[in-house]
């Protein structure tokens, strides 16, 4: 008798398991810190991009949100990270004063990456990478505005890039998806290696309009 009940216990026990496993292969939660620190990116993403355009007074707004949550987004950071995040944002800082869009943009991007890269990869709904691959589109449009492209750093750009990339490559169901990005990244590193300005903006574009692709993808996985 005692046996019996042992076997259906083991029985309702691996039921159980079979029952719930599959949720647990599905899931992919993401921490609240994580969530704090990709919300704190914002305000620097918008200034990659408005710092580029020219209008004084949108980078002077952008620039005010993202010095408004500069205290609250350093306390998400460890403290080594908060010096360095320190240093990027008076960087920052400096060029916003000297009306320097160009490195507004970049330094932005810095902030950027530190920010992304500061989160626990283990607990995010979407890979890191597909936030690196989408630095490297800022960084690469920043660059390139430049009176003249700094061409050893557009390569090494798209060198950090194209590794981010093979990282997450294989995870990418869509095929269409991947052949993609794969023609965006092949594109960043020929035109850097070429000194090709309008295909290194071509691939830049598609790098970044593909990342929204990419987050979608990776969201529904």
Known sequence: ??????????????ITLLAFSPLVATASPQSEQNTKLLKATDPFEGLTETALDGDVAKVAKAFKAAKAGRSATRALLKAETAVRFDQLFDELAAAQGK???????????????????SCDASALAVPMEV???????????????????????????????????????????????????????????TAAASRNIALSQASAKSDLDLVDALEEHFAKQ
């Open 131 to 189: 936030s690196l691959l989408d630095y490297a589109g800022f960084r690469t449009n920043a660059l390139l505005k430049a009176a003249a492209p700094d061409w050893p750093a557009l390569a090494a750009t798209a060198l950090e890039a194209n590794g981010n990339w093979a990282k997450i490559r294989d995870r990418v169901t869509d095929k269409n998806l991947q052949a993609g990005m794969d023609k965006a990244q092949e594109g960043l590193a």
């Open 99 to 117: 009306k320097d869009g160009v490195v507004v943009a970049l330094q932005a991007a810095e902030v950027y990456k530190l920010l992304v890269s």
């Open 1 to 14: 008798m005692i046996q019996r009940i042992h076997q259906h216990l083991l029985t309702f026990s691996a």
